[in-house]
T-cell receptor, first 112, second 111 residues
Framework: DQQVKQNSPSLSVQEGRISILNCDYT??????FLWYKKYPAEGPTFLIS?????DKNEDGRFTVFLNKSAKHLSLHIVPSQPGDSAVYFC???????????FGTGTRLKVLA | DGGITQSPKYLFRKEGQNVTLSCEQN?????MYWYRQDPGQGLRLIYY???????QKGDIAEGYSVSREKKESFPLTVTSAQKNPTAFYLC??????????FGNGTRLTVT
């Protein structure tokens, strides 16, 4: 049972435009969500997180939105840059646990 | 310079052999994790440890074993019972419920 789902395996966006990556979850006990960026043959790099007490968090070009009623979060990258081309993973953790569950990833390609 | 070191980066083994992947951190993090990455399946949790001398099974622990004798170290043994051991293995650590900090991974190939 996939508790964290990223239904779009890939996404292509023109440089300078907005990239929107989506993530859905099924476990209502999840209260902490993270986004990671990963290049081939490297470990994932943390981008941004959000707690369930908030519905938006921004860090520079990256903004994460959380819709708890829909059990949905999204990562917005504005403006997109060629260096943003990578695989993006969302992850979630439930209150009281140290266990992080990851989605299957979305490959973003930013076209110059 | 703090971080997580996974060694070696590439590892080759014959089927039927056990192999141990190394993970060392100098971040003074309490929790450590092992994930496996396969194409199209994202990162799947194998084992995690919140404190020394304690660890819990993740979602795909069968065929793997771990130990946590020191805070800095969390080695993963891939046993011959693991049916599909060829994969990219990632070690991570965290302090409390903070974002995971990952190593650069070990690619294991079993033939």
């Amino acid at each position: 049972d996939q508790q964290v789902k990223q239904n779009s395996p890939s996404l292509s966006v023109q440089e300078g435009r907005i990239s929107i990556l989506n993530c859905d979850y099924t476990n209502s006990m999840f209260d902490y969500f993270l986004w990671y960026k990963k290049y081939p043959a490297e470990g994932p790099t943390f981008l941004i997180s959000i707690s369930s007490i908030k519905d938006k968090n921004e860090d520079g070009r990256f903004t994460v939105f959380l819709n708890k009623s829909a059990k949905h979060l999204s990562l917005h990258i504005v403006p997109s840059q060629p260096g943003d081309s990578a695989v993006y993973f969302c992850a979630a953790s439930a209150l009281g646990t140290y266990k992080y569950i990851f989605g299957t990833g979305t490959r973003l390609k930013v076209l110059a | 310079d703090g971080g997580i070191t996974q060694s070696p980066k590439y590892l080759f083994r014959k089927e039927g052999q056990n192999v141990t992947l190394s993970c060392e951190q100098n971040l003074n993090h309490d929790a450590m994790y092992w994930y496996r990455q396969d194409p199209g399946q994202g990162l799947r949790l194998i084992y995690y440890s919140q404190i020394v001398n304690d660890f819990q099974k993740g979602d795909i622990a069968e065929g793997y074993s771990v130990s946590r004798e020191k805070k800095e170290s969390f080695p993963l043994t891939v046993t011959s019972a693991q049916k599909n051991p060829t994969a990219f293995y990632l070690c991570a650590s965290s302090i409390g419920r903070t974002p995971l900090h990952f190593g650069n991974g070990t690619r294991l190939t079993v033939t």
